[in-house]
């Protein structure tokens, strides 16, 4: 049996007015929210905004979404075969879809655009 969740997704920038969209995507039981956002953006929208670094090894605390109102990890929360609600954080500033502002102030530089971005 193939299994499909369906991923309403806020997308957006700052300042913009939000829009939600829908993915449906394929997946084995256990594969992780991460996964879902992973695929869709190799295989149907590569402007899919999100953060992760580690890839599910709960490590760099970088993939903290909203998942049906609830703060997650999007790499240890599940998919599951039904419509989930993905938003970005609320608490920090948004930068693209579900991608938020998560450097320290002290570790932010700001660029002569007065944008900001994060010291490498
Ligand atoms: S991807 Fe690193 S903690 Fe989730």
Do not use: H
């Amino acid at each position: 049996m193939n299994l499909v969740a369906t991923l309403l997704i806020a997308r957006g920038g700052s300042g913009e007015s939000e829009n939600w969209q829908c993915f449906d995507v394929p997946f084995e039981p256990g594969e992780s929210v991460l996964d879902g956002l992973r695929r869709i953006r190799t295989s149907t929208d590569p402007t899919l905004a999100f953060r992760f670094s580690c890839i599910n090894a709960n490590a760099c605390k970088e993939c903290m979404i909203v998942v049906d109102g609830a703060t997650v990890y999007a790499c240890t929360a599940r998919l599951e075969a039904r419509e989930m609600r993905l938003e970005p954080l609320r608490n920090k500033r948004l930068i693209r879809d579900l991608a938020v502002e998560i450097a320290p102030p002290d570790e932010r530089i700001t660029f002569i655009d007065g944008t900001e971005g994060k010291r490498s």
